[in-house]
């Protein structure tokens, strides 16, 4: 009885009272349903998240670990030599493309050196990423030409070398030929 005499209430309101009280209605419906998802969802990102941070306090315990200045993965006199692991932790961690390895790659590509200098040596996107099937650590820089001409050009190779400060690490020798 009460159901009806509620319908038959809202059947007899205005046109504009029942848009408001449609909206109000979908509102609700879309807010519960975000709720739900995120209480089923929800706790499975938070365990992501917690798997990452361990990933990432190991992460961080081993680029504490290394020496400042040159971090190497092929021998050499200078700098220290990473062993695979640390060369994995240190790509994993780097985001930063020193100017010196942009000169270093640019070296073998005529048209990069020219377009950078051209540019006033800016760079438009780096990248760095760990290949974990080739067991690499592979860099990239993207030039873009500023003025008139829309040139981009594309230089990547493997991450070969890494200068660490006290801030970060940066990729400081890409091997690109």
């Known amino acids: 009885m009460l159901l009806e005499n509620n319908l038959k209430k809202y059947k007899e309101a205005p046109e504009g009272i029942k848009q408001i009280v449609g909206l109000v209605g979908l509102t609700a419906i ?3 349903t975000f709720i739900i998802l995120n209480i089923f969802f929800g706790e499975i990102k938070e365990s992501d998240k917690i798997a990452e941070n361990v990933k990432t306090e190991e992460i961080n315990k081993v680029i504490t670990s290394l020496p400042r ?9 200078e700098g220290y030599q990473l062993s695979l692991s640390e060369y994995e932790a240190v790509c994993k961690n ?3 493309v020193t100017q010196r390895s942009v000169m270093g790659a640019n070296i073998v590509n005529v048209s990069a050196t020219q377009l950078y200098f051209d540019n006033g040596n800016k760079i438009d996107k780096y990248s760095v990423k760990w290949d974990s099937s080739l067991n690499k650590c592979f860099a990239g820089y993207t030039i873009r030409a500023i003025e008139g001409v829309s040139d981009t050009i594309t230089v990547s190779g493997e991450a070969k070398g890494f200068f660490k400060t006290s801030i970060d690490t940066r990729v400081y020798f890409i091997k690109n030929y």
Do not use: A, H
């Not at 200045?69 to 006199?77: A, D």
């Open 30 to 32: 879309i807010i519960f």
């Open 69 to 77: 200045g040159r971090l190497n993965f092929y021998e050499s006199t």
């Open 94 to 96: 780097t985001k930063i």
